[in-house]
C-alpha cells in the first residue's frame, strides 16, 4: 500500500514531471465567445447568419404582437358600436373618424347604397356582399405579411446550423490527421467549436416556430372578429335596404 502513496514521489524522482507539465493547454477558454472566436471561417459567418436571423425573428415577433393586439382592439371596439347600432348611417356617424378595417367597411356599404337608386337596392346587397369580404381578405393578408420569414427562418436555420457543425467537424478532422495525435484535449475544442453552429441554429429556429405559431393563432382570432364585422354590416344593410326599396316593389329587382 505504502507504495502507491510513495508513487507521486516515484514519478517525481524519475523525471516524469516535465512530461506531465507538458499536457495541451487550451489557447482560449471553452467558452461561447471563445469557441466563435476560434472556429473556422465558414462556421463563423454560418453562426453570424443565424444570429442575424434570431434578431430579425425577435423584431418581427414583437413588431407583429404589437399590430395584431391593436387591430384587435379596434376591431373589438367597432364590433361593439355595429351591435348596437339601429342603422348603417347611424354606424357611419360614430366610426366616420375611426381607422381600422371595419370603419372601411361601413363606409363602403353606405356609399354603395347612396349610389343606388331605391329600385335597385336589392342588387346592391349582393355587390356589398362582395366587397366586405375582399376587404376582410385583405385585412388578414395584411397581417399575416412578414410571416413568412419566420417560418423560413423556424425551417431552414436548423439544416443551416448542421452545415456548419458538418464543416467544422470535418475541419476538426484534418486537423487530427495532421497533428497525428487522438489526444481528447486537442481534439475536443475543435469539435465543441462545430457544435456550437447546431446550437445556434435552435436558438434561432426555435423561437422563430413558436412565434409564427402564436402569430397565425392571433391574426385567425382578428380574422374571425372581421367574420362579425361583415355580418353586422350586411344586417345593417339590409335593414337600411328593406327601409328604402318601394313598398310596391319588394322583389323586383331580386
Known sequence: MRVFH???GLLLAFGAAPALAQAPVLAAPLTAWGMFLGA???VQSVMVGLMSASVATWTIWLAKALEVRAMRRQVAASLGILAGAQSLAA???RLRNGKGPAAAMVATAATDLRNHAPAALRRAEERIATRLDRQRVAAGRSLARGTGILATIGSTAPFIGLFGTVWGIMNSFVGIAQAQTTNLAVV???IAEALL???TGLVAAIPAVV???AINRSIAAVKAQLGDCVAEVRRLAGHDIDQHVPASLPLAAE
Open 197 to 199: 453552429a447546431t446550437a
Open 188 to 190: 475536443a475544442p475543435g
Open 6 to 8: 510513495l508513487f507521486p
Open 40 to 42: 473556422d471561417a465558414v
Open 91 to 93: 354606424a357611419e356617424t
Open 211 to 213: 412565434a409564427y405559431n
